[in-house]
Antibody
Framework: QLQLQESGPGLVKPSETLSLTCTVS??????????WGWIRQPPGKGLEWIGT???????YYNPSLKSRVTISVDTSKNHFSLKLSSVTAADTAVYYC??????????????WGQGTLVTVSS | DIQMTQSPSTLSASVGDRVTITCRAS??????LAWYQQKPGKAPKLLIY???SLESGVPSRFSGSGSGTEFTLTISSLQPDDFATYYC?????????FGGGTKVEIK
């Protein structure tokens, strides 16, 4: 059974960089038919796609966040990571990692991590 | 960017009711649409993909339809476990978007 687990600090100061890692177990991150993504959900609000990576390193970012987001993959550790720079209180959210089914592009999310709350506050 | 608009934002219904949620895309997305269910404090769960394909293990009371710009998620007979928030998501391009969500509440 595939499992995804987010890890990283739960509290980040304004203007600093949010860093999270998603560790994948029960399957290989190097599979050619899957992509790996990050989604966030501010408290009481809806879902926002942040970005996606393929095992080869190809990345796709939400245009509204693109200037601040970096997603990377480490196939040797079977994990992928998110960095979001210059954070503000508006970046406070539950951050999910998830697996996309895909073809020539990423499709829908079929497995999700449990989510981790990141609060931006001094 | 493709915008996804769900309606209604909140829906009050009773157990046994037939429930329909609508998702509209700002431009045609063929059938590149998925539906998710989310319960409080939990990650979303995939229900439907490619507009009408039922994910394995999802009860058959859930169904999806539509193409182009208008899509619906139908629950044929609402069960107590179905009170949750539902989201649509397009994957017509490399830039993915979710709808704003529809909360299904107990009437």
């Amino acid at each position: 059974q595939l499992q995804l687990q987010e890890s990283g600090p739960g509290l980040v100061k304004p203007s600093e960089t949010l860093s999270l890692t998603c560790t994948v177990s029960g399957g290989s991150i190097s599979s050619s038919i899957y992509y790996w993504g990050w989604i966030r959900q501010p408290p009481g609000k809806g879902l926002e796609w942040i970005g996606t990576i393929y095992y080869s390193g190809s990345t796709y970012y939400n245009p509204s966040l693109k200037s601040r987001v970096t997603i990377s993959v480490d196939t040797s550790k079977n994990h992928f990571s998110l960095k979001l720079s210059s954070v503000t209180a508006a970046d406070t959210a539950v951050y999910y990692c998830a697996r996309h089914r895909g073809g020539t592009s990423p499709y829908y999310f079929d497995y999700w991590g449990q989510g981790t709350l990141v609060t931006v506050s001094s | 960017d493709i915008q996804m608009t769900q309606s209604p934002s909140t829906l009050s219904a009773s157990v046994g009711d037939r429930v329909t949620i609508t998702c509209r895309a700002s431009q045609s997305i063929s059938t590149w649409l998925a539906w998710y269910q989310q319960k409080p404090g939990k990650a979303p769960k995939l229900l439907i993909y490619k507009a009408s394909s039922l994910e394995s293990g999802v009860p058959s009371r859930f169904s999806g339809s539509g193409s182009g710009t208008e899509f619906t998620l139908t629950i044929s007979s609402l069960q107590p476990d179905d009170f949750a928030t539902y989201y649509c998501q397009h994957y017509n391009s490399y830039f993915l978007t979710f709808g704003g969500g529809t909360k299904v509440e107990i009437k």
